[in-house]
């Protein structure tokens, strides 16, 4: 069984300032990381993921993060926040035999500020 | 190209009612997945569909929940005998197959709410 912590539950930026939201997660077993985006009244949607391979993965609109398997960490970074960046943002995971089945984080709440 | 249709949007029910939540994938995609997100939680794993068997029921939280894919197109989740704790948003996603490259494609939900 795998679980995901998201230590903010929101974090106010200014437009333009750097931001950096955090995941820790725990598991038995390797697992696949995610990080998914709820925009108002959207549904979620794939923001970037990390599969295997380098663990500095690149999603959509700037967004990138590092997966840290010694901190069992995958923290999400943007260099410099847009106003059309507040949204919902859930970090989840899932085991490599059940790749289907995402244990998502309770979401940290992103509010960009103008 | 359409996205992943769920309704209704919103229902409002009484408890002890039945309730039919309805889900439409994107076309071509065999595997189905349904979630449910409390208020103030991350969504939580149902019941995934590859095709039109369950593959994996393991989250539906007791016998009131059921799920059907006849054609292995369109599910409809059911509750019978609705509770106050059902309240909740009940996502539906689907992805080309059994979730391979780890992206799944959300609907943007239904609302329950049983007063």
């Known amino acids: 069984a795998q679980s995901v912590t998201q230590l903010d539950s929101q974090v106010p930026v200014f437009e333009e300032a750097p931001v950096e939201l955090r995941c820790n997660y725990s598991s038995s077993v390797s697992v696949y990381l995610f990080w998914y985006v709820q925009y108002p009244n959207q549904g979620l949607q794939l923001l970037l993921k990390?599969?295997?391979?380098?663990?500095l993965v690149k999603g959509i609109n700037g967004f990138e993060a590092e997966f840290n398997k010694s901190q069992t960490s995958f923290h999400l970074r943007k260099p410099s926040v847009h106003i059309s960046d507040t949204a919902e943002y859930f970090c989840?995971?899932?085991?490599?035999?059940?790749?289907?089945?995402?244990?998502f984080g309770k979401g940290t709440l992103l509010t960009v500020n103008p | 190209g359409a996205g992943v249709s769920q309704t209704p949007s919103n229902k409002v029910t009484e408890k002890g009612k039945y309730v039919e939540l309805r889900c439409d994938p994107i076309?071509?995609?065999?595997?189905l997945y349904w979630y449910r997100q409390s208020l103030g939680q991350g969504p939580e794993f149902l019941i995934y569909f590859q095709g039109t068997g369950a593959a994996d029921d393991s989250g539906l939280p007791n016998d009131r929940f059921f799920a059907v894919r006849p054609e292995g197109s369109v599910s409809t989740l059911k509750i019978q005998r609705t509770e106050r704790g059902d309240s909740a948003v009940y996502l539906c996603?689907?992805?080309?197959?059994?979730?391979?490259?780890?992206?799944?494609?959300f609907g943007e939900g239904s609302r329950l709410t049983v007063l």
């Open positions: 989840a995971v899932s085991g490599l035999g059940s790749n289907y089945k995402l244990t």
């Open positions: 990390y599969l295997s391979g380098s663990t």
């Open positions: 076309s071509g995609h065999t595997a």
């Open positions: 996603a689907s992805s080309p197959n059994q979730g391979s490259t780890g992206e799944l494609f």
